[in-house]
T-cell receptor
Framework: GAVVSQHPSRVICKSGTSVKIECRSLDFQATTMFWYRQFPKQSLMLMATSNEGSKATYEQGVEKDKFLINHASLTLSTLTVTSAHPEDSSFYICSARVSLSGGMFFGSGTQLSVL | AQSVTQLDSQVPVFEEAPVELRCNYSSSVSVYLFWYVQYPNQGLQLLLK??????LVKGINGFEAEFNKSQTSFHLRKPSVHISDTAEYFC????????????FGGGTRVLVKP
């Protein structure tokens, strides 16, 4: 199956700093990627849809200036958590789809801890 | 908009016993249904999916699910579980096209006991 690589797997940062998370499709081109957030023992909540070469589409309630998404190429999308605070601590997961009729493949997730 | 309900938040089960995880959905358009498994601190792995055709879908690791349109359900089953099946299981739906964004259920934690 298709492989999606997410990096880093774990990051600890100080409050007020920015953190960048990368999501790469390794063996296919992904025109669309998705970013999810997951709190402990809870489900995945979609944050935004990332489209190559255009602005991301954010879900209601997600601060676009807080969570910057860039999808500069067909194989890479990045999520930058700006001025992170402890309440931003969470597990972030990306996914990429092969095509509109194809499946969705997930990265291994990034555990963000803001001190 | 679509929604997914997983009726059981936790399911304890003994090793080698059968397990069924319930999933119900709602949508005003055609749906595509998925089951994913998540191990601690990891991403999601696709177990199986229903796109069209036969309503009984077989997936990896001995899991299967049945799409029931009249009951808007997509329950996941395994006839005999192993300790390694201990994980979180998520039912998800995409509406309109299989590659559209997914809406997840709340998840069901399966704990397999020896």
């Amino acid at each position: 199956g298709a492989v999606v690589s997410q990096h880093p797997s774990r990051v600890i940062c100080k409050s007020g700093t920015s953190v960048k998370i990368e999501c790469r499709s390794l063996d296919f081109q992904a025109t669309t990627m998705f970013w999810y957030r997951q709190f402990p023992k809870q489900s995945l909540m979609l944050m935004a849809t990332s489209n190559e070469g255009s602005k991301a589409t954010y879900e209601q309630g997600v601060e676009k200036d807080k969570f910057l998404i860039n999808h500069a190429s067909l194989t890479l999308s990045t999520l930058t958590v700006t001025s992170a605070h402890p309440e931003d601590s969470s597990f972030y997961i990306c996914s990429a789809r092969v095509s509109l009729s194809g499946g969705m493949f997930f990265g291994s997730g990034t555990q963000l801890s803001v001190l | 908009a679509q929604s997914v309900t997983q009726l059981d938040s936790q399911v304890p089960v003994f090793e080698e016993a059968p397990v069924e995880l319930r999933c119900n959905y709602s949508s005003s358009v055609s749906v595509y249904l998925f089951w994913y498994v998540q191990y601690p601190n990891q991403g999601l792995q696709l177990l199986l999916k229903y796109l069209s055709g036969s309503t009984l879908v077989k997936g990896i690791n001995g899991f299967e699910a049945e799409f029931n349109k009249s009951q808007t359900s997509f329950h996941l089953r395994k006839p005999s579980v192993h300790i390694s099946d201990t994980a979180e299981y998520f039912c998800a739906v995409s509406a309109g096209a299989a590659g559209n964004k997914l809406t997840f259920g709340g998840g069901t934690r399966v704990l397999v006991k020896p």
